[in-house]
């Protein structure tokens, strides 16, 4: 449970963060391109830092990972409660420049804390319930990523220091829960950092191509169909409605996950995981457009709602093949990959939606994107057979790829 509070508070400083941001980002400018460009400025250090990180991740302590990225957010929302109270100086001296570059900073925190976080989990519960343990996971993410990134809209209301504040503590307190947290950390064989070491999280996942599908079929249908970069100018230029406005928006897609992650708790997938690993993609794409199109408030919570459900489902099916498939020693690799299709999806896909809204508008952003899912979807049921038939049933856990290796079973040489 200390884990689960730690990655619930962390999720939530780091998504209120986001949201002050963004909106802070969107009033000094007025720019959908810049509201792009945050999230862009986030995966990019991501990127560059994935093979990095993944390495760290299985050869130091994972928790200690994790603690020393909580405070580095901690000290990144500290800095913008500086900025935006002005203190040094006689006014606010918080701009576009400083948004960008703290983003940065929020993106090289997530590099590394993202594959430790992934990978400890397992060593935390028996294989057997790891499909209830990434669901219940899973409800803490989402709890986090969205309903206080929604909290965050309201706590605007009172300003940005209060926002900034807000997470500061939460990072703080997260930071203090995973510090106590033990589990049994086995260091790994010596062996020379290399470039086939780097690379192998890479090459393990390319190898098994329904694992490859699972991975990225989230990249290209969040990236194509995420709209969480433009909820600012939804709330303020189509649904007129403020920062609350903007918090419930945040917050409704995480009120459909926290649901369906507490009927996935209960009761976990066990047949057709990969056919409803797609339909649920499919039913994400076709929110989006609904959300696009929208000119209701209560329509928009609507679509998003039901559209973060379907979300949940694909995150659930997702993160237990990739732990299930992968070997101790090699998950913070393999979870580092995976990493940069969330954050290519999540962070480039706001830079996508910001660039296309640029030229396309808010709605026609969206629908676009929404369309693109579906067609996503379709294109990965006939593109990857081995993920759409992921056993119905047959086996004691659907989640176990035929021929892969058992749960913590040594890695390949």
């Known amino acids: 449970m200390r884990m689960w509070f730690a990655r619930l508070f962390g999720t939530t400083g780091n998504q209120m963060l986001m949201v002050a941001v963004g909106w802070q980002m969107y009033e000094l400018t007025g720019s959908a391109w810049d509201l792009g460009l945050v999230g862009l400025y986030q995966f990019v250090p991501a990127l560059l830092l994935t093979l990095v990180a993944g390495h760290v991740a299985d050869r130091v302590h994972r928790g200690r990972i994790i603690a020393a990225c909580l405070v580095t957010q901690a000290v990144v929302a500290l800095i913008l409660v500086a900025a935006t109270q002005g203190w040094g100086s006689s006014a606010s001296w918080a701009s576009r420049e400083l948004l960008l570059g703290v983003s940065v900073l929020l993106g090289v925190a997530r590099a590394f804390q993202m594959p430790a976080q992934q990978a400890l989990t397992p060593m935390l519960v028996p294989p057997a319930m790891l499909p209830r343990a990434m669901a219940f996971s899973s409800a803490g993410y989402a709890g986090g990523r969205d309903w206080r990134a929604g909290t965050g809209g309201v706590i605007f209301v009172a300003g940005a220091t209060a926002v900034y504040a807000t997470c500061a503590f939460l990072f703080a307190t997260g930071c203090v829960l995973i510090s106590v947290l033990r589990y049994d950390h086995v260091p790994p064989p010596r062996e020379p950092v290399s470039l086939r070491t780097l690379l192998a999280g890479a090459e393990f996942v390319w190898q ?4 490859l599908g699972a991975v ?13 970069a433009l909820l600012p100018m939804f709330a303020k ?4 409605v403020g920062p609350w406005g903007l918090g419930l928006l945040r917050a409704a897609p995480a009120a459909g996950a926290l649901l369906t992650s507490a009927v996935l708790t209960r009761w976990p997938l066990d047949r057709r995981v990969g056919h409803t690993m797609l339909a649920s ?3 994400y794409g076709l929110c989006m ?3 696009g199109l929208s000119t209701s408030f209560v329509l928009s919570l609507v679509a998003l709602a039901v559209s973060g ?3 949940m489902v694909s995150v659930v099916v997702r993160q237990t093949l990739v732990q299930i498939e992968t070997p101790n020693a090699m998950r913070g690799r393999v979870s580092a990959v995976n990493s940069v299709f969330i954050g290519a999806s999540n962070q480039l896909g706001e830079f996508e939606s910001g660039a296309t809204a640029a030229l396309l508008g808010p709605v026609g952003s969206v629908v676009a994107g929404g369309i693109g899912t579906l067609l996503v979807a379709a294109w990965w049921l006939k593109g990857f057979p081995a993920l759409a038939q992921r056993p119905h049933g047959s086996l004691k856990n659907p989640f176990i790829f035929p021929g892969g290796p058992a749960c913590g079973s040594p890695p390949a040489a």
């Not at 079929?217 to 969480?228: N, P, Q, W």
């Not at 230029?237 to 007129?240: A, M, P, T, Y």
Request: aromatic residues 6%; glycine residues 10%.
């Open 309 to 311: 459900g379907a979300d």
């Open 289 to 291: 457009v609904v959300f």
């Open 237 to 240: 230029d189509i649904l007129h």
């Open 208 to 211: 098994r191509k329904a694992l």
């Open 216 to 228: 990225s079929l989230d990249l290209f249908a969040v990236l194509l169909g995420g709209a969480t």
């Open 281 to 283: 993609v499919a039913l």
